[in-house]
């Protein structure tokens, strides 16, 4: 059971400056010394909270009730989720826990929450922490992706919307932390066991796939030796599946006519001009201008996410003045993916339109291809990390002082394996058989299609490469393709402060320094599979059958109109012998691997303002500074060629020192109301792909002789080790009502004005020490590049209504009931892209929603949640794992659970719980920013189920 206690909350609106958070500053510092005037009296609110804590409640609402009180009592504006019980948070991911707060969304990726924005800023911006530590990623970047975390070995999760000056590692739209649980501040003794199975609706789309899955966990916290020693061991296993139909679409050119395929060659004019001017044929008229599908790549794809978690703390209090916490986390993470369907080149392939086509408003809806040759894909997806994270806390009190020590530790090690296989009907473009494919587009912007062939047929359908790609690499085609990256991320932290308590009423000051040395490699391996017997043959043309002990039940792809295709296990025939991998050695491979370090060394100074007014109420809050030195470096290589890269290594460092002060005001008033006040000047580190040193240049020796920078024979694209963090100046507002324990209303308003945003623009490069490629030697060194830079930022506000509402309030015959819920709303003026004005702030919804209706009573709960999400720019995974963002449409996710737990008897402890997740079987929808009628990405995740039981002792 968790008690009860009180709250606090989350909002802001305003407009700032520089001179306007001086002033906030200078506010602060002489108000807090003129409200310690008289001894309060009592707030009858926080009376009434008293007499109300004698009422015990367990479950959903005293995690409710715990998170109103982290939210009402802390001194900056915090949303906080709490743990229902030991090993059980109030959803099955941290990420769908926290987007469910005010001012915060998820992106579903794969079907799952795994990825968060804080008030219209993409993950980029917000920082995580692990008991207040800097956490390494299993990403690429420093965004975390909270699968790494089982969420039953989390006590809390708060998320702090305005910073303060001991917060270390803090982000720029909001820094989110994770809390395991102290077992000497537990306080007793628990065995929480539970154990749940899951199953997914659409089924197994997959041969060799599973639509079922489970998920367990244990906790164990004592208490021992006069409770002056604590011990906490939390493991948590879960095997997870997710099936999926996904529709992808190459993209949506205009149709033209100005070729041979759909025109006239005009014969007029001279024989030089004649072969540039064509008359569309008539049967192609209605076409001509109208967009079409350019290729298709759809697919159904199998997941199954497995994930050991284990976790441990021991705590040792032997007296009451000194505490020393070394806590643990291991986790090894297996996410496996198996796709296949048929990738159809269309009209960006050599496919032909027959006439009987339909246009309807301005897009080919319906009609028929020839001379199709579709690839026949069985691809798998395989991601294997290791996570391990401790830390050591030691603090001391006497007489009103307070030293702390920390040092912690973690790191994380990651492999892909994005691998492509290929069959089809023969090898290359230009040879058949083909199909006659027809099409129609349905009223989702997906497609349905109508083949001729039989794509389950495994005498018609072999190994090969359908159409030659790669062929500059792999002789008569590649057969398939490797993407094996792998990521190395290690972060070591110390931490020292000094805290002064100043005396009734007077507040206190603190104090401190944190170091913190980051090293992240990201090391890329690409090969080109090549069938071992196509490259024994002169003329490079042989196709293989699939082994016969290799192929499984052709896959069914109902939902695209095609009956089946064959089927295998691609990781088992990859490594079968039957290929060779061909090493890449082009420039995409070199220029776009990297290794950065950062030191940061962060000093602070922070006065914690406690004063009473004479009418019983109080002022709270903080005002400091931060200054944060950063010394960041990276090394890469510079790459020009293909297929063979020249290369030459590239490094580079910048360092520089951002003063970063703030103040939080809470002015807690009689009558459970309370007015907060944030002020900050707020940073966010680059991402870390975009700091890389590594480039992509080219060289024309054609120029070789110019002088002009302009007509360079140099130029390329890369990563700029130089990059300034994102800065920006906030200020937030809140205005709280408190009602009791779980039951409250918030109004917020925010105002941020970024004084950078990075984007790639065009600078001049030196490439003094650059290999030429060919050709004489430059008249210059000096070329222009395209590289990520710091340009102009621009403003970002927004306001945020929240509330939580426990019936009881009203009456005594609705106790049990509840409601709650938040909607924010966002405005952005930031332009992230000069060159398309047009594109939206990545991340941003300018409104997200979310709302939980609830009954928990003598044992009986129930409840069902909604969140939404206007539309916004969702990032991607692209070709291999390159990103790429796509304008998504708004989606809204509807979630319900119901359950008992026995309060007596034989059975006292046991809980049962059945859960349904997506219950409208909401899909992930991606369009071509042209119009949102063409669907790029369209993705079917269907229903999760998962009935399970816990048990306590």
């Known amino acids: ?528 599979l090549g069938l071992k017997a196509n490259a024994a043959a002169p003329g490079h043309d042989v196709s293989v059958p699939i082994p016969s002990d290799q192929l499984l039940d052709p896959t069914k792809l109902d939902f695209l109109g095609i009956p089946g295709m064959v089927s295998y296990d691609p990781l088992g025939l990859a490594y079968s012998g039957i290929y060779d991998f061909n090493a890449a050695t082009d420039a995409n491979l070199y220029a776009f691997g990297w290794s950065v370090t950062e030191k940061v060394l962060t000093g602070y100074a922070r006065y914690d303002i406690q004063a009473e007014m004479s009418d019983g109420a109080s002022l709270a809050g903080d005002v400091g500074v931060q200054v944060v030195r950063v010394d960041q470096s990276s090394n890469g290589l510079a790459a020009s060629g293909s297929p063979v890269a020249v290369i030459t290594d590239v490094s580079d460092q910048v360092s520089y020192t951002h003063l970063l002060p703030s103040m939080n005001l809470v002015a807690r008033l009689n009558g459970g109301w309370s007015l907060r006040l944030g002020v900050a000047r707020q940073l966010a580190r680059p991402r870390m792909d975009q700091m890389r040193a590594s480039i992509n240049f080219s060289y024309d020796a054609s120029r070789a002789g110019n002088t002009n920078v302009n007509l360079s024979p140099w130029g390329g694209s890369g990563g700029n080790p130089r990059l300034r963090p994102w800065v920006a100046d906030s200020v937030d507002v809140s205005v709280e009502k408190y009602f009791g324990p779980d039951s409250y209303v918030s109004l917020a308003g925010y105002y941020k004005y970024l004084e950078t945003y990075i984007y790639q623009q065009q600078l001049l490069y030196d490439f003094s020490g650059f290999p030429v490629t060919s050709g004489p030697e430059p008249a210059i060194r000096q070329g222009v590049v395209s590289i990520f830079q710091n340009g102009q930022g621009g403003h970002l506000y927004g306001a945020e209504a929240a509330f939580a509402l426990s019936f009881a309030t009203l009456t005594s015959a609705l106790d049990g009931f509840g409601v709650l819920g938040s909607v924010s709303y966002t405005e952005s003026g930031i332009t992230p892209d000069p060159g398309n004005p047009t594109q939206p702030l990545p991340g941003l919804s300018k409104w997200v929603a979310s709302g939980t209706v609830y009954f928990e009573k003598s044992g009986f709960s129930a409840r069902a949640s909604v969140r939404h999400r206007s539309g916004f720019l969702a990032e991607l995974s692209g070709v291999g794992t390159d990103r790429i963002q796509r304008l998504a449409k708004a989606e809204t996710i509807v979630d319900a659970q119901i359950g008992y737990e026995f309060q007596s008897g034989a059975l006292e402890g046991l809980g049962i719980q059945l859960q349904a997740q997506n219950l409208t079987d909401e899909p992930f929808s991606t369009y071509d920013p042209a119009d949102d009628r063409l669907t790029i990405d369209y993705q079917r995740y269907g229903t999760r189920y998962l009935l399970g039981a816990s048990y306590r002792f």
């Open 1 to 528: 059971m968790i008690s009860n206690h009180r709250g606090r909350s989350a909002t802001r609106i305003a407009l700032v400056s520089r001179q306007a958070l001086a002033a906030a500053l200078a506010l602060a510092a002489f108000a807090a010394p003129a409200c310690a005037q008289e001894a309060p009296t009592a707030d009858p609110v926080q009376a009434d909270d008293t007499a109300q804590e004698d009422i015990v409640v367990t479950g959903f609402r005293a995690a409710l009730a715990t998170s109103v009180a982290t939210k009402r009592q802390s001194n900056q504006i915090v949303e906080s989720v709490s743990a229902e019980d030991i090993g059980k948070l109030p959803d099955n991911s941290i990420a769908e826990a926290i987007a469910r707060l005010p001012g915060l969304t998820a992106q579903r990726l794969d079907g799952r929450a795994q990825v968060i924005s804080v008030r219209g800023l993409s993950p980029d911006f917000a920082a995580t922490l692990l008991n207040g530590r800097e956490q390494v990623t299993t990403g690429d970047n420093r965004g975390v992706e909270f699968d790494q975390y089982p969420s039953e070995l989390m006590g809390a999760v708060d998320v702090y919307k305005t910073p303060y000056a001991g917060l270390i590692g803090q982000g720029l739209s909001g820094t989110i932390n994770l809390r395991t649980i102290r077992p000497l501040d537990h306080g007793k003794r628990v065995l929480a066991v539970n154990l749940r199975g899951e199953i997914v609706s659409p089924g197994k789309l997959n041969a060799g796939t599973s639509d079922k899955g489970w998920r367990a966990s244990a906790t164990y916290v004592d208490q021992f030796a006069n409770d002056t020693l604590g011990v906490m061991i939390g493991v948590a296993h879960l095997t997870s599946p997710t099936q999926f139909e996904r529709f992808n679409a190459w993209g949506y050119p205009r149709f033209e006519t100005n070729n041979d395929n759909y025109g006239i060659r005009n014969t007029q004019g001279t024989a030089d001009t004649a072969d540039d001017t064509f008359t569309p044929r008539p049967e192609y008229a209605a076409a001509n201008g109208a967009l079409i599908i350019g290729g298709s790549k759809p697919y159904v794809q199998s997941d199954e996410l497995e994930r050991t978690g284990a976790m441990g703390t021991l705590q040792w209090r032997p007296d009451p003045a000194l505490n020393i916490t070394l806590d643990g986390y291991y986790s090894r993470f297996r996410d496996e993916q198996t796709l296949r369907g048929i990738e159809f080149p269309l009209y960006w392939g050599n496919a032909i339109l027959n006439p009987g086509y339909t246009v309807t408003d301005g897009i080919i809806t319906d009609g028929t291809w020839r001379n199709v040759k579709g690839v026949v894909r069985n691809d798998a997806n395989l991601r294997e990390a290791d996570l391990y994270s401790a830390g050591l806390n030691v603090t001391y009190e006497s007489e009103g002082w307070k030293l702390l020590g920390d040092l912690s530790y973690s790191r994380v090690d990651r492999e892909d394996k994005v691998l492509e296989t290929y069959a089809g009907t023969s090898r290359g473009a230009g040879n058949g058989p083909y199909d006659l494919l027809g099409f129609s587009a349905n009223g989702d912007g997906t497609y349905t299609f109508d083949p001729t062939l039989d794509y389950a047929n495994a005498g018609v359908i072999q190994l090969t490469s359908p159409q030659g790609w790669g062929a500059d690499n792999t002789p008569g085609g590649q057969d398939g393709f490797l993407n094996n990256p792998k990521t190395t991320d290690e972060l070591i932290a110390f931490r020292a402060a000094v805290q002064r308590e100043l005396g009734p009423n007077a507040g206190k000051i603190e104090l401190g320094a944190n170091y913190t040395k980051r090293d992240k490699t990201l090391d890329l391996a690409r090969f080109y």
